[in-house]
């Protein structure tokens, strides 16, 4: 594993093996010194263009327990907002020759875009409404911890699936490890052509108790320029976990941070049945897994592979078209 | 035709040119057999049986050696050379230098420039500008509306007697109905045709490709086909009541074929081109987020290529139009949603649609010819006809040789080419437009010897 882009390009193989590899930095978390030596000398990059402190900060933290070292270079008062682009940030900061790149941005593609501009490997820590891979694996790890095996288990994904990326990322990761997706919300926000991921599309939550794991996704405010659905409480009417809709054999999960009172009540975030601080755990040792995947067999430089100059002239593919008519 | 001239290049060397045993196919002239061709002083002069015609001193001998295939110059009425404002993109001189490359004989220029071309003494600058640099005659279209703003006409009939082929606010639609109401009534006054952009902006949104499983695994807003479709539909119902004459430009989708269709059943006078992209290419070829694959309107699903290429066939769409988009490569060489709508075409499209539709048995050859030659009468222009009288306008092509788009360059000043790196069959090895040579393929040497 190179880099780690999107959950597309790992099987169920690579994702046992992170987070077997999770389990055992898991003891690192509970001693009194929570730092082993794995990555010492290594340097590891923040490239963060959007805002974030969770996810930034558990990358961090990650880094650190390995040893490495840290850099966080947020976009807003940097280069960035003088007009940089992306990739003349990526080339001038790769001049410092870090071993890998945490990027965060928001447009799709970018992670894997800047792959192919530098050595460093590099980690989707979210591409716009793509993908959030260290979310799906770290959700995988902590359904893991708490019942053992999903394979067979139903998920229900419910709220805001056309601006999460966490929803892209979760329904292939879940699927790849044997659990049976459903996604649930507003007609407004859910994408049309989703099912062909091979989850089921409901626009109620009437079937909801048939759900073993209730994953709620964060209304995003923030990422929203226009009305899609008629208010806020029209929203939590239908879509709002609450003790009403969530039954006591049920696994309530959130990526944070939650708006209480839209898509979660109050009284479930708190239940026993979330677990939702326990995801939060398990993104450090997770992204320690991932951090330690990419850089602890890597001894060499990497080869930049596919460098711009070659686009023009890239490997010539098959010949055009071909499909007969009908 | 009387009136001002409409279409402005450089004059070129009239040709002195035999081309002995091509292949001399042109469908309008009903003509498909191996002859010797003499083109003297620019015109077309004599067809005699293959090897019978001798060569004169003042001439050059191409021997086709009955390999190569003779037919009218394309026409593409949609293409973006960039000038005036964005030369880093495009200007006349490199972008008819690919045009000739590709086998064209004449385009048309779109108005989204900056400034946006809506005043006659724009017209009148970029007239002298393709007097002087344009190696292909270039027409031109104005904007509809002032600044592409959809609020206010341009001086139309000042535009028309200034050279304007016809209108169109292409990249933007005309949004209001009611303004384009008023510019299919002025036509009246000095007609020009109006070719339209359709879109509906309020449901393409910030959309950046196909609305599909595509977009939605790729989590990139869609643009729903109806943002195009549910437009012609208005806008040709539009066109019928003012007895009105309008073009549809890069038509992508199953539902727009339908509507165009329906229009033309009802006798009104209306029109549609589509882009070879949108025949070879779907929304699958945008998984891997090649910003090369970013275009408006986007490419579409398998169902709408296969649609669009029943039209093309049908005659519901009339001709292929690249919409020759260059931008340059720091442009493209970010993030999908980022990157500007294009892609280059002049120089692939023959190719492209020889290797993607003929060669699969999907369309023949002479239809494909018909439809990259029929744009001009579509804009009351005179169409490349091969018959003794008529001027050179002329295309020489190896339909046997392979090459790889973009392995040896583009001619375009940009490489934003959906098509580079691909395995094209067929290749144009020498353009003849207005009566002179205006591209000559290094290949052509050899294949002379």
Not at chain 1, 101 to 113: D, F, H, K, N, Q
Request: some cysteine; overall charge negative; proline content about 5%.
């Amino acid at each position: 594993m190179n880099h780690l882009l999107s959950i597309e390009d790992l099987d169920r193989e690579a994702i046992e093996r992170i987070i077997a590899q999770a389990e055992r930095f898991s003891e690192v978390s509970d001693r009194e010194i929570k730092k082993v030596p794995a990555l010492r000398g290594r340097m590891v990059l923040n490239l963060f263009y959007e805002a974030s402190t969770r996810t930034r900060s558990s990358f961090e933290l990650a880094a650190k327990r390995l040893s490495a070292d840290v850099v966080n270079f947020a976009a807003s008062g940097s280069s960035v907002e003088k007009g940089e682009s992306l990739k003349d940030t990526v080339l001038t900061l790769s001049a410092h020759k870090p071993d890998a790149i945490v990027l965060r941005t928001p447009w799709a593609g970018a992670a894997e875009l800047v792959s192919k501009w530098c050595s460093a490997a590099i980690v989707n820590a979210g591409d716009g409404k793509h993908e959030h891979p260290t979310q799906a694996l770290l959700d995988v790890y902590t359904l893991r911890r708490r019942l053992g095996q999903i394979d067979g288990a139903s998920i229900w994904i419910v709220g805001d699936v056309a601006h999460s990326r966490v929803a892209r990322s979760n329904v292939l990761a879940f699927q790849r490890m044997g659990a049976k997706v459903t996604i649930a919300g507003p007609p407004t926000l859910i994408p049309r052509g989703i099912e062909q991921l091979g989850c089921e599309v409901r626009y109620t939550l009437d079937e909801l108790p048939s759900a073993d794991i209730v994953y709620a996704l964060r209304m995003q405010h923030e990422r929203m320029s226009e009305t899609w659905v008629p208010s806020m409480r029209e929203y939590a009417a239908w879509y709002q976990i609450n003790a009403r809709r969530l039954t006591a054999r049920q696994i309530l999960m959130h990526p944070g941070p939650v708006n209480r009172g839209v898509e979660l009540s109050g009284e479930v975030v708190d239940s026993p049945q979330a677990v939702i601080t326990a995801q939060v755990e398990a993104g450090v040792v997770v992204r320690m897994a991932v951090l330690y995947e990419l850089l602890a067999g890597a001894r060499e430089p990497r080869p930049a592979a596919d460098r711009p100059a070659d686009r023009s002239t890239m490997a010539e593919t098959s010949v055009l078209g071909g499909s007969p008519s009908r | 035709m009387s009136g001002p001239d409409r279409l402005f290049g450089a004059s070129t060397p009239s040709a002195e040119l035999l081309l002995s045993d091509v292949r001399v196919l042109d469908p309008r002239a009903e003509v498909d057999a191996r002859r010797d061709v003499r083109i003297t002083g620019g015109a077309i002069a004599e067809f005699a049986e293959p090897g019978t015609l001798q060569a004169r001193e003042d001439e050059e001998t191409i021997a086709g050696n009955g390999r190569l295939t003779l037919t009218p110059a394309f026409f593409d009425p949609h293409v973006h050379l960039r000038t005036p404002g964005q030369e880093h993109k495009e200007d006349i001189e490199s972008g008819t230098r690919a045009a000739a490359a590709g086998g064209f004989a004449g385009v048309i220029a779109m108005p989204n420039t900056d400034p946006v071309l809506d005043s006659a003494p724009l017209l009148r600058s970029l007239r002298d500008a393709a007097i002087h640099q344009a190696r292909i005659p270039v027409g031109f279209l104005p904007a509809i509306t002032r600044g592409l703003a959809g609020e206010q006409l341009t001086e139309m009939a000042e535009l028309r007697q200034e050279g304007a082929l016809g209108f169109s606010d292409d990249g933007k639609p005309v949004t209001s109905a009611g303004m384009l109401r008023k510019a299919l009534q002025y036509q009246r006054l000095c007609g020009g045709v109006l070719a339209l952009h359709e879109e509906d902006p309020t449901l393409s949104r910030k959309g950046a490709m196909n609305e599909g499983a595509v977009s939605a695994a790729l989590g990139i807003a869609g643009i729903p086909t109806v943002a195009e479709s549910t437009m012609v539909a208005r806008d040709a119902a539009l066109a019928g009541y003012e007895d009105a004459r309008v073009h549809f430009q890069h038509l992508s989708c199953a539902a727009s074929v339908e509507a165009l269709e329906h229009g033309k059943a009802h006798g009104w006078r209306l029109s549609g081109e589509v882009s070879p992209h949108h025949l070879l290419l779907t929304d699958e070829d945008v998984r891997s987020m090649d910003t090369r694959m970013k275009m408006h309107p986007p490419l579409t699903s398998e169902d709408d290529r296969q649609a669009l290429i029943a039209g093309l066939r049908s005659g519901t769409i009339d001709c292929v139009a690249t919409d020759h988009a260059p931008h340059a490569r720091d442009e493209k060489e970010v993030p999908f949603e980022q990157a500007p709508m294009g892609t280059t075409g002049l120089e692939t499209a023959f190719a492209a649609l020889h290797t993607g539709l003929v060669l699969s048995g999907i369309i023949e050859l002479p239809l494909l010819i018909e439809r990259m030659t029929a744009g001009a009468a579509l804009f009351e222009l005179p169409t490349a006809l091969i018959a003794a009288g008529e001027p050179a306008n002329l295309a020489l092509i190896d339909l046997d040789a392979v090459w790889v788009a973009g392995e040896h360059g583009w001619e375009s000043r940009s490489e934003n080419c959906c098509f580079a790196g691909r395995r094209l069959q067929g290749r144009v090895l020498m353009t003849l437009a207005a009566g002179g040579v205006v591209h000559r393929d290094r290949a052509l040497t050899l294949v002379g010897a």
